[in-house]
């Protein structure tokens, strides 16, 4: 029987679990749901043991569905949301629920981290300034919270890492996961024994690093019961989930950017060299094709921002979509349609979780400026969109400042799939939108790690080239005028209400 290739992506509310042939055909997949926790505003956190039970479910299910058994899966590939910390003690239990990748308690402890070691030299060492989301300042919070919790630790583990610990009873990770802890030398692709000092962390904690296609581990036969896989069977690196969502749609080669339109939005581009921004504004991560690196800003609320206003302003429209079996959001495109570019004047900064790119502020805050008595729900849709959309450009100029352009920009994520939001990103970008055949995103490109790393393929750009196939699906069009009068307005808003962001979020500690 052809071997297929089986693809686990850790998500922040689901396990995305897939299974593909040869060819890059996806045979099945599924999508276990499990929820995370807010105990306190800005905090976010989830049980790791949730994310277990969903791939062992999602596994069982993508068999049955495809008609396969565990001896037709050559080879696992992993992904999964970056930057979260698990905890584990001696034994291999976890200490305490994950803190995630959107949680922004740690702004002291980056501060902290960045005063004691510099930040000019973090960022010629970690491509990155030390932000609130990122792994390394979590560590410190637990120091100084919950000191019972880090006198136990003997591992810490991203998420996608602790999924290969449950499947193997292997410490492994690999270099694209890796660059978003603040702790790797990412021009070098190992550990930084300067950071981990500066940040108390003892070198055993961590976790073997390899490259994203290498066998890291093969699958304990106690993991092989529960799933219906065989023992043995080999598991690659994988990839942050941007990484092999990276991979998933063959952003692969120099000189191409994509942007997905996700919960948060990610803006993305393969570079063959190590680059970094200056100030950091990007972030500078190990590539999952071995070897080479990628650029990347991420907004923290993109499509978290449209879900947002569909929440609380969106009941009567949600209804109606519940009435004539229709989605929400393709009647918030007809809503938006109904307005002119621009808003009638109505801006949107969509900071509601904070902002990394190109604002690494964890006390940035959303706002709609410009509201008149004219501006209606349909105003305040399209407007949310426009902010979304600006948020991404600013990443996009960025990359082109950092001398990487592209003729077109592969769009992926939720927003991609409509097409009045595809001509908005052409309109704002003044660049082609393309799409991907491939639509499965991170855990497709943990199968195509997978299949590279048990030699289905010889490299990472070869099974892009045999899998995925791109087509233009927007071209800049009138309104692009109109987006190329107002970014620059939206760009002025940040700086001018930053100092008053801090203020509001010290009236409400």
């Given at each position: 029987m052809a071997a297929c290739f089986l693809g686990l992506d850790v998500g922040t509310s689901s396990t995305k679990v897939l299974l593909i042939d040869v060819s890059g055909k996806v045979l099945a997949s599924d999508a276990p749901e499990y929820p995370f926790r807010t105990p306190r505003p800005l905090w976010a956190e989830a049980d790791p043991e949730d994310w277990w039970k969903a791939t062992v479910q999602g596994i069982?299910?993508?068999?049955?569905?495809?008609?396969?058994?565990?001896?037709?899966v050559a080879g696992i590939g992993l992904s999964g949301q970056m930057h979260g910390l698990v905890m584990l003690d001696k034994a291999g239990k976890v200490l305490r629920p994950c803190i995630m990748w959107n949680d922004q308690r740690t702004a002291a402890e980056c501060a902290e981290i960045t005063a004691k070691i510099g930040r000019e030299k973090i960022l010629a060492i970690t491509g990155n300034p030390v932000l609130p989301g990122f792994t390394a300042p979590?560590?410190?919070?637990?120091?100084?919270?919950?000191?019972?919790?880090?006198?136990?630790?003997?591992?810490?583990?991203?998420?996608?890492?602790?999924?290969?610990?449950?499947m193997s009873g292997a410490f492994a990770t690999e270099v694209s996961?890796?660059?978003?802890?603040?702790?790797?030398?990412?021009?070098?692709?190992?550990?930084?024994?300067?950071?981990?000092a500066g940040c108390g962390i003892p070198e055993s904690w961590m976790a073997t690093v390899t490259e994203s296609t290498e066998i890291s581990a093969k699958l304990s036969p106690e993991a092989a019961a529960l799933t219906g896989l065989v023992a043995g069977t080999p598991i690659a690196g994988g990839g942050g989930d941007q990484a092999a969502q990276a991979v998933g749609c063959g952003i692969v080669e120099e000189g191409v950017i994509s942007a997905t339109f996700g919960t948060s939005g990610v803006v993305f581009a393969h570079s063959r060299q190590y680059r970094a921004e200056p100030d950091g504004r990007l972030h500078a991560f190990c590539a999952a094709v071995p070897g080479e690196w990628h650029m990347m800003g991420v907004m923290l609320s993109a499509a978290g921002s449209l879900q947002w206003l569909r929440d609380a302003l969106g009941a009567e429209e949600v209804a109606k979509a519940k009435a004539t079996g229709r989605h929400v959001y393709s009647l918030f495109d007809e809503m938006a349609a109904s307005v002119p570019a621009g808003s009638d004047g109505l801006l949107f900064l969509p900071y509601l979780s904070g902002e990394?790119?190109?604002?690494?502020?964890?006390?940035?805050?959303?706002?709609?400026?410009?509201?008149?008595?004219?501006?209606?729900?349909?105003?305040?849709?399209?407007?949310?969109?426009?902010?979304?959309?600006?948020?991404?450009?600013?990443?996009?100029?960025?990359?082109?400042?950092?001398?990487?352009?592209?003729?077109?920009?592969?769009?992926?994520?939720?927003?991609?799939?409509?097409p009045f939001w595809r001509q908005m990103m052409a309109d704002a970008f003044e660049t082609p939108i393309a799409l991907v055949n491939a639509t499965e995103g991170a855990a497709y490109g943990g199968a195509l790690l997978a299949a590279v790393g048990t030699g289905a393929y010889p490299d990472v750009r070869s099974a892009a080239k045999a899998c995925i196939a791109t087509t233009v699906a927007a071209n800049p069009g009138p309104d692009a005028k109109t987006y190329a009068k107002y970014y620059p307005r939206y760009r002025a808003l940040y700086p001018a209400l930053k100092d008053e962001f801090r203020a509001i979020a010290d009236l409400n500690k």
């Open positions: 069982k299910t993508v068999l049955a569905k495809a008609g396969k058994t565990g001896s037709d979590k560590v410190l919070w637990v120091k100084k919270n919950e000191p019972e919790v880090f006198a136990k630790c003997a591992k810490i583990l991203l998420p996608k890492d602790y999924i290969r610990y449950r996961d890796a660059s978003g802890m603040s702790l790797l030398d990412v021009p070098n692709r190992k550990w930084s024994k300067e950071m981990l990394r790119a190109p604002h690494p502020d964890p006390y940035a805050r959303g706002a709609f400026i410009g509201l008149t008595l004219r501006h209606n729900k349909s105003h305040m849709v399209r407007a949310v969109m426009e902010g979304i959309t600006y948020g991404m450009l600013d990443s996009v100029e960025l990359m082109r400042t950092a001398g990487i352009r592209s003729k077109t920009i592969v769009a992926s994520g939720g927003g991609a799939r409509s």
